[in-house]
Structure formats: C-alpha cells, structure tokens
C-alpha cells in the first residue's frame, strides 16, 4: 500500500451539480457520476438510497418515502441533505472517516458567501479534511484546456441542469459572466406544457427529460424523428401513451432556449474588445449536459448571422464576435475538468488554484 498517499490523505475533486454530481480521484478517474437525488424515510429522516437509486424512485415512492434533489439552481436548497448525499459519495470512493481527504468542489460563479460556507461546512460534516472551491466556469475551461492562465480570452457556456452559466475568462480570472436559472429543466418543463396542451396528457418531467433527450433539438433536423411518451389522460384520467415529433419538441423549447442564446449575446457584448476579439476568433466552448442538445452549436452560429445584420443596420462600429467559429462540446472535458482541479492541489491546499473567487462580477 502507498502509505505516503495514505497519510496524506485522498484528493478528491468534486463537482456538485443541481442534476449530477461526479467525483474525481487523484489517481484512479472518475469514481462517481450520479444523479443529485437522495431519497429519505420521512418516518425515521433515514436515507434509502442516493444516486441513481434514488433517482428512480422520483414520483415513484411510497407516501413515506420522498425523493429529493438537494440542490437547486446550482445551490444548496437543503442542507443536511446534500452533506448526507456528499457524505454517502466520498464514503465511497473511501475517502470518508480517517482517511483525511482534501476536496476541489465546483460552485456556481454567482454564488454569496453565505452559500460558499454552506457548501464548505456541508463537505467538511461529510468527512473532508480541507476543501477549496473552483467556480464551475474556469473548472470547466481547464477541462477543455483552454489557456486560462494567460492573458487571452475564452468563453465557456455551461448549460446545466438548474443554470446556465456564461463566462469570458483570462488571465486566471473570470472577466465577465452571467448566470441564469434556466436550464435543461425548463426544456423538461415546456416539454411537460406542451403534451398537455396539444394532447391533454399530463407526463412526468423525467418522461419529458427522456422525450427531450431521445428527440429534442435545437435546429431543424435532417431526418426529423418522433418518441412516445406516457402519462394520464387530462380528462378521463386513464393512462394513454401519444407521440411526439422532434418539430413538437424544438418548437415548444424554443423559448428557454432563446433565453439562453440572449444571454450569451448580453455577455459577448459587455465583454472587452480585445477579449471579444479572442473569442471570434477562438469560438466559444460548450459544457454542460445542456450541450448535448442536437444542433445546438447552429443556434449559436444562427446568433452570429443575426448579429452581423443588426451591427448593420446600426451601422456602428459594433463589435460582433464570430461566434460559431469553433463551438466544441465538451461534456467528457467537464468531466476532465475535474482532473486537473486535482492537480492543481498538487502541493498544498489552495494556493494553486485559480483565483477565480478574486475576479470582480460584472
Ligand atoms: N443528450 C442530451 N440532450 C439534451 N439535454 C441533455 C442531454 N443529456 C443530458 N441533458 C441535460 O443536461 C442537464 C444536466 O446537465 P449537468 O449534469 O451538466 O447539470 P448539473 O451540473 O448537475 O447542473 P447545474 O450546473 O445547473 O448545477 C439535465 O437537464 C439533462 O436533461
Ligand atoms: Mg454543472
């Protein structure tokens, strides 16, 4: 056994999300990539599951079994709940009890300092010896290996879950960023509108989530594709199963998806001209389970079109960034973000990381 990593502890980098939460160990990968969902006794305040077992018991318990997503809109909703699920993850990837291991967690950019020590105390009640935050924005830029470090700019989207986080990044600092509560779930919420609306079908939002992920897209396909979805009939109360096209779908997310665009936009445009400049020519990057949304790197270059026609007709000296130059999704590089947090407690504690926090918001 390597008693030196033994007394120094496991390095654990973790990034706890409204919807998944993964954790990184130093030296093995990706031990754990779960659904935020505990699920509790509410007789006995017992946990019954955590994870993926607990997610499946979501609308499906018992009436004294409740499921619950700990976080929302990327922040700590409840919690005892999410030091009883963090508790449960870091246990098992055995770094919980004597074992002394140092935490890199990912916060949300926007979060207070009330909220930072929540998430701090919640880690450190779950077993950790010491932990340090890294803004999600720069965990994920790392993760893509983009230069953070240097004093060029990089723009991340991380669609989420709960939020939709939009960051120009340089210099080891992020420069400009706006975070939104919108994400992959309001995509499941319009899905959830919309059958009922156009079949009287009430569905649950995790048949949404499936329909969106089996059928959804962001731009007009090639060959357009349907998926059937189940749920209770609005007016005679059985249970009934309808159809659904991926136009259904685009058009009824169009909207949150909109929203998330315009917010790209607002940021590109309150960001310094020479960053701006780097970014037209580097493209953005897109992270996030949202990025996995078919052709939603042609809604971005859609913008950029838009963009040149209103810069003019403004007939202004505009600034407008080619967007869609380079849009990468990097879903698997969120995840190797997570790597190189852990790297980047290498010595000791903090000291090596970014200074993020330290970046004024805008
Ligand atoms: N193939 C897919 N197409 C569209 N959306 C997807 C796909 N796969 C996952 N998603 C969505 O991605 C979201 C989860 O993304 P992610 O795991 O990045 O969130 P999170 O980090 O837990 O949330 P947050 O960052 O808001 O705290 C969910 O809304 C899920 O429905
Ligand atoms: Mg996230």
Redesign the pocket.
Same mark, same amino acid.
């Given at each position: 056994m390597d008693l030196w990593r033994f007394r120094r502890g496991r390095e654990l980098a973790i /990034?706890? &999300?409204?919807?998944? =939460?993964l954790v990184f160990v130093r030296g093995e990968g990706i031990a754990v990539f779960e659904p935020?969902v505990v699920a509790i006794d509410e007789r006995t305040q017992e946990v019954q599951a955590v994870g993926e077992a607990a997610r499946r018991m979501i609308g499906r318990t018992p009436a004294t079994i409740r499921a619950i997503r700990p976080?929302r809109?990327?922040v700590i909703a409840d919690f005892d709940v999410t030091a009883e699920m963090l508790r449960y993850f870091i246990r098992r990837v055995g770094g919980g009890g004597l074992s002394f291991s140092r935490v890199v967690l990912c916060v949300?950019s926007g979060i207070t300092d009330v909220e930072r020590e929540a998430v701090e105390d919640a880690t450190l009640a779950a077993g950790a010896r010491s932990v340090a935050l890294i803004e999600?924005p720069m965990a994920a830029a790392i993760g893509a290996g983009l230069p953070v470090g240097e004093p060029q700019g990089s723009m991340i989207v /991380?669609? &989420?879950?709960?939020? =939709?986080?939009v960051a120009v990044l340089s210099l080891g600092g992020i420069v400009v960023w706006e975070s939104i509560r919108v994400?992959?779930?309001e995509?499941?919420e319009a899905i959830v509108r919309h059958v009922d609306t156009s079949a009287r079908l009430l569905i649950g939002s995790e048949t949404a989530?499936s329909a969106?992920?089996s059928c959804?897209s962001a731009w007009p396909l090639a060959e357009e594709i349907e998926t059937d979805v189940a749920g209770r009939d609005r007016v005679t109360g059985l249970l009934r199963r309808t159809t659904i096209t991926s136009e259904e779908v685009r058009a009824a997310t169009a909207q949150p998806v909109g929203t998330i665009v315009e917010t790209v936009k607002r940021t590109l445009e309150s960001t310094p001209p020479e960053l701006a400049a780097d970014i037209s020519s580097r493209g953005i990057v897109l992270?996030?389970?949202?990025a996995?949304?078919?052709g939603i790197r042609h809604v971005f270059a859609e913008l950029r079109a838009q963009d040149r026609k209103l810069a003019k007709a403004r007939r202004s000296n505009v600034f407008v960034p080619h967007l869609a130059n380079r849009l990468t999704d990097v879903?698997s590089s969120?995840r190797e973000a997570v790597r190189v947090h852990v790297d980047l407690i290498e010595a000791d504690s903090t000291a090596a990381l970014p200074s993020a926090a330290a970046a004024p918001p805008i």
């Open positions: /990034d706890l &999300g409204t919807a998944n =939460t935020s976080l809109h990327g949300p999600e /991380d669609i &989420g879950g709960g939020t =939709t986080e994400g992959g779930y995509l499941d989530e969106k992920i959804g992270a996030g389970g949202g996995l949304l078919r879903r969120g």
